[in-house]
């Protein structure tokens, strides 16, 4: 983070340069290249000793003043953007991993992360183990000679657990490798993830960065030489981010903070109201303090979060009552939209997963995860507690 200065100013007030129109907004460059002089300037630019625009795939002047920003935000030396956070996530494993390497990661992450793990990294001879959240004392019986990350995202999706940074920070010191957090839950104003020890942070920004639905996009940031592999990697490949769609999350990072503030009040309210209501087993908030790892929530993360999880009482039928009766909030599997959104995973997401399956990544029959909009706190919980009523 930029000295003396907060997140909100720098989020507002880092900009690139502005050209000689004296644009108070940052202008869009839809441009795919950029010209020359004359034949030492491209051969100079493309050898590396000019710094400049070349080409949109490898850089372009509003993904380069959105990776500025989110470096700015994450205190990180480097970054690439990419179309999505998957391809952050891809790209950033692909760049780094070679044939035979072994990856130590949470269970409860991203079910197309997981999909990766499984379905195409064996094919490449990448084999991953798995700790569950509750048991991060396992994680360095985990390791091997050629392990390469530990992996993790927290708070997770979508039970909402947290993991200790430092911890596993430490163990990948100890053992000479790298930590990878997915900071997409709690976005880079909730929660630096390179200050507790990782060596570099993805996000998906199609989530509360956009916060408002529109567009797909992703970045890795932290250690500026990793950030040099993914990058020559992704530059060859293709994955880049549009100048389009990071103009409109340059922009949306203007407004992060007070839609967070706001969606995390929503969220620790509805955690509160839910906390006291008989058809619910229980809740899942990182800063009720009936979360399990709440001190840990307290020491990472500045507020809470934005979703919350909760299970109803009477298992998957009851969950789908609850949904089937909402009549406000969205039923979708996005999350960190300006509009509440409620989904119930073992009826819909998960439904294919065999019941041991689920119980492994974490999800109950009842379960309900509520990505907190920015409606009235009044509005959101009248429409649940309503829904609640029909079980
Ligand atoms: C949504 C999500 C992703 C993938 O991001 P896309 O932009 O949809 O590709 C990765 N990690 C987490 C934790 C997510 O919630």
Partial sequence: MEENKHFETIAVRSQIERTANMEHSVPLYLTSGFVFEDAEEMRASFAEEKQRDLYSRYSNPNTNEFISKICKL?????????????????????ALLSSGDHIVSARSVFGATHGLFTKYFPKWNIETSYFSVNEVEKVASLIQPNTKFIYCETPTNPGVDVLDMEY???????????????????????????????????????????????????ITVG?????????????????????????????????????????????????????????????KYPFLKSHPSYEIAKKQMRLGGTIVAFEVKGGVSAGKTFFDNIKMCSLSANLGDSRTIVTHPASTTHAKLSDKDKQVVGITPGMVRCSLGLEHIDDIIKDIEQALSTI
């Fill in 74 to 94: 994450e205190g990180a030396e480097a970054g690439f953007a990419f179309a999505s956070g998957m391809a952050a996530v891809y790209s950033t494993f692909a």
């Fill in 168 to 218: 596993l920070s430490d163990i990948a010191k100890k053992h000479n490798i790298l930590l990878i957090v997915d900071n997409c839950f709690a976005t880079p104003y909730l929660q630096n993830p390179i200050k507790f020890g990782a060596d570099l942070v993805i996000h998906s920004a199609t989530k509360l960065i956009d916060g408002q639905g529109r567009v797909l996009g992703g």
């Fill in 223 to 283: 250690n500026a030489e990793l950030i040099r592999e993914i990058y020559l990697f992704s530059r060859l490949t293709g994955p880049s981010m549009s100048p389009f769609n990071a103009w409109v999350l340059s922009k949306s990072l203007e407004t992060l903070a007070v839609r967070a503030d706001k969606q995390c009040d929503n969220a620790l309210k509805l955690a509160e109201f839910l906390e006291r209501h008989s058809k619910v087993a229980w809740v």
